[in-house]
């Protein structure tokens, strides 16, 4: 059996790839918030520095608790602290993504991925690379409004979520835009029925991941740090992989 050591060992010779954006006064959020502000409070004339941040924790990359959309959900100190480190799969669709904007991730491209790269294993976090993350610091081109207004962003498919949920038991998703749903999903729908789906099932999801592009398919693990609030919805994160070295 593998001593806390040897674990400890394997992870800090592990590469280290961080998965989160930063964020500041200018970064891209959804519209309806507010964006970050940050003030000096003190400054080192005064002997001491310290700032003041005033943030939405749906802000950046950040975590979504089940409570951010489902009554009753779980608060995000509910969330079990084993459920933030985990194996870590990333099903790569960004050539159809570059070729459709509003393209969903199907359970066929699930099974597809199972069938190269082995069975998705129980307990494990699922991302969906699109590349997405490239469009970052631009609040345009991560919105990618069409004439009418509506987001042409990429998104889950309700199939793809049902099975990883229910047929995979995995612990949580995530994805490099700001909503679990299509763009073209989304305004159709007038509301964001896929990210109610999600959170309804009881596990969390990652929003806005930098670097997948970075990550192998499989044999990665996430760690994911925040604060320890009370009765928070939600809170921008700082979320590493990491990569076993050959």
């Known amino acids: 059996m593998t001593t806390l050591q040897e674990a400890y060992l394997a992870f800090k010779s592990a590469q280290i790839i961080d998965l989160t954006h930063q964020i500041n006064e200018n970064s891209p959020h959804f519209p309806l918030l507010p964006a970050l502000e ?21 802000y950046g990359t950040h975590i979504d608790a089940p409570i951010h959309f489902v009554e009753g959900g779980a608060w995000l100190d509910e969330l079990p602290l084993e459920d933030l480190l ?3 799969y990333v099903i790569d669709k960004s050539q159809a993504v570059a070729d459709n904007p509003n393209y969903e991730l199907s359970k066929a491209d699930i099974l597809a991925f199972e069938e190269k790269y ?8 699922v991302a969906f690379r699109s590349d997405w993350s490239k469009r970052w610091p631009s609040q345009e081109e991560f919105r990618n409004l069409d004439t009418a207004g509506a987001q042409q962003t990429p998104g889950w498919s309700h199939e793809a979520l049902e099975f990883l ?7 949580a998703v995530g994805h490099e835009t700001f909503d679990t749903d ?12 896929e990210e109610y ?8 999801q ?11 398919a499989t044999g990665s693990f996430i760690s994911i740090a925040y604060p320890h609030w009370e009765k928070a919805t939600g809170s921008p994160v ?3 992989a990491y990569i076993a070295q050959e």
């Open 197 to 204: 789906y999600l959170l309804d099932q009881g596990i969390y």
């Open 206 to 216: 990652l929003e806005v991941l930098n670097n997948l592009n970075l990550l192998p």
């Open 118 to 125: 082995g069975q998705i294993e129980e307990g494990a976090f």
């Open 165 to 171: 949920i229910h047929e995979r038991q995995v612990k």
């Open 182 to 193: 299509s763009g073209q999903a989304a305004a159709e729908n007038g509301k964001l029925v």
């Open 238 to 240: 700082r979320a590493i």
């Open 86 to 88: 985990l194996p870590m």
């Open 38 to 58: 940050k003030k000096d409070l003190f400054t080192l004339k005064d002997g001491f520095h310290i700032q003041q941040f005033t943030v939405v924790g749906q």
